[in-house]
């Protein structure tokens, strides 16, 4: 298969870094001069497949952007009827104030 013929979900997930976040306090500096490591597991189900799926990653402390938010990656039609997906926006983020 060349190429992928639907992309269902656009997800971003979340850890809220509150007094109970292992990252409350972190400033910038923090991140670039600490060794350090998030890893990611998440465990879904797939309707479709009636599947457990499972994916594991992390990112090192020199990976994090601190003070960024990713970009929307669609938008609607202007006759509301269909979700416009752009794919080019995948990774996209912008600068934000903290």
Known sequence: M??????????????PITESSPLYGFTEADFKNTTGEIIVFLKAFDDMCSNSVVKRTSYTFDEVVYGAKFELMYTRSTDDTKTILEIDKLNSYSKVAL
Do not use: E
């Open 2 to 15: 060349d190429r992928v013929n639907a992309l269902n979900l656009s997800w971003t997930l979340v850890h």
